[in-house]
């Protein structure tokens, strides 16, 4: 019995075998090529899923994250005033309605940070510093650009002030204001994406000694790159940048901290009737910026301050 059932295997798996054989070619390669075009179906579709989410992903019923600058930051002061967040109260006082919902950043780096962070996040940053880790919305349907800035097309605009208590009398603070307004200092700012000026004709007179230059963390890197040129032209001097906000950068000017301070807005009433006086060493823009998971492209003005002012609180009520 066991003799026949071994020989009945061995038969059925001939015959297996021989049927195998037997298969046309033209059945194989059809076998092949489905088998081929089912991989590259496959891959295909591994590809899509694996792809960045289209804009239809983004749920605009998500709240909205504000996120600001503190109290004393040049580009808050500017960015409230420009976008009507700041208004008059009955009284004819100027208040700042940001909304307390906002998470505050104590700087242009942090704002960046929290923005790429977060797909429901806004903020607002130096157009100088934007960088490809988040995304410039439009405004108005007008991108943020040195070139919009100057025509005016652009409206979220403001000056980069240096500020001194009175006029300069320090030899090195008064050489170091003239290479800033030089050709070549003028033609840095506008080389790191900002909206220098023709500039004037410059020859170092070569002091010696130590200056402080403090403030806003918006002018900050352009500071940078100003104190490092600078050195170069005259290695007497020495200076030291010390990043903090404008209104610490203009009160330092004012108390001697600083030798030069360093404000992203306009001079208050108040700090000009101090003795504080500024000179401007650029125009920059302000970008309103969203995650670059955010489909939204374009904002307006009163979009913006309704954002700001809690007024809009998601993003479905900005589509």
Same mark, same amino acid.
């Given at each position: 019995?066991?003799?026949?059932n071994? /020989?009945? $295997? @061995?038969?059925a798996?001939?015959?297996? +075998?021989?049927?195998a054989?037997g298969?046309?070619? !033209?059945?194989?390669a #059809?076998? /092949?090529? $489905? @088998?081929?075009?089912?991989a590259v179906? +496959?891959?295909a579709a591994s590809?899509?899923?694996t !792809?960045?989410p289209? #804009?239809?992903?983004?749920? @605009?019923?998500?709240d909205?994250t504000?996120?600001?600058?503190?109290d004393g930051?040049?580009?808050?002061g500017?960015?409230i005033?420009l976008t009507? @967040?700041?208004?008059?109260?009955d009284?004819g006082?100027?208040v700042d309605n940001?909304t307390?919902?906002?998470?505050?950043?104590?700087s242009?780096n942090?704002v960046l940070?929290?923005?790429?962070?977060?797909?429901t996040a806004?903020?607002y940053?130096?157009?100088?510093?934007l960088?490809?880790?988040?995304?410039?919305?439009?405004v108005e349907?007008?991108?943020?650009?040195a070139?919009t800035?100057?025509?005016?097309?652009?409206?979220?605009a403001?000056?980069f002030?240096?500020?001194t208590?009175g006029e300069?009398?320090d030899?090195?603070?008064?050489?170091f204001?003239?290479?800033?307004m030089?050709t070549?200092g003028?033609?840095?700012a506008t080389?790191?994406?900002?909206?220098g000026d023709v500039?004037a004709d410059?020859?170092?007179t070569?002091?010696?000694?130590?200056?402080?230059?403090?403030?806003?963390?918006?002018?900050s890197?352009?500071?940078?790159k100003?104190?490092e040129?600078?050195?170069?032209?005259?290695?007497?001097a020495t200076?030291e940048?010390q990043t903090?906000?404008?209104?610490?950068?203009?009160?330092?000017?004012?108390?001697?901290?600083?030798?030069i301070?360093?404000?992203s807005r306009?001079l208050?009433?108040s700090?000009v009737?101090?003795?504080?006086k500024?000179?401007?060493?650029a125009?920059?823009g302000?970008a309103v910026?969203v995650s670059?998971?955010n489909?939204?492209?374009?904002?307006t003005?009163?979009q913006?301050k309704?954002i700001?002012?809690?007024e809009?609180?998601?993003?479905a009520?900005?589509?």
């Open positions: 019995m066991l003799k026949r071994v /020989s009945v $295997a @061995v038969t798996a001939l015959a297996l +075998s021989l049927a054989c298969s046309s070619p !033209a059945s194989s #059809a076998s /092949s090529e $489905a @088998v081929s075009s089912e179906s +496959s891959e590809s899509e899923a !792809a960045a289209a #804009a239809g992903d983004f749920d @605009v019923d998500q909205i504000v996120i600001s600058r503190e930051s040049g580009t808050r500017a960015f005033e009507g @967040v700041e208004a008059k109260n009284a006082e100027k940001t307390e919902a906002a998470a505050i950043q104590s242009t942090g940070t929290a923005v790429s962070n977060d797909e806004i903020g940053i130096s157009l100088g510093s960088n490809n880790d988040v995304k410039a919305v439009t349907g007008v991108a943020p650009s070139d800035v100057k025509d005016g097309t652009y409206t979220l403001r000056p002030n240096i500020v208590n300069a009398a030899p090195v603070a008064v050489d204001i003239a290479y800033c030089s070549d003028q033609a840095l080389e790191e994406g900002y909206i500039g410059y020859t170092s070569q002091p010696a000694g130590k200056i402080v230059v403090g403030g806003s963390s918006s002018v890197p352009l500071m940078e100003l104190i040129a600078y050195k170069t032209v005259n290695p007497n200076l940048l903090t906000d404008s209104t610490t950068g203009v009160s330092g000017a004012l108390d001697g901290t600083y030798t301070g360093m404000a306009e208050k009433d700090e009737e101090g003795g504080a500024a000179t401007v060493l125009k920059d302000i910026i670059n998971d489909p939204t492209d374009n904002l003005v009163d913006i309704g700001y002012t809690g809009l609180t998601t993003w009520d900005v589509q």
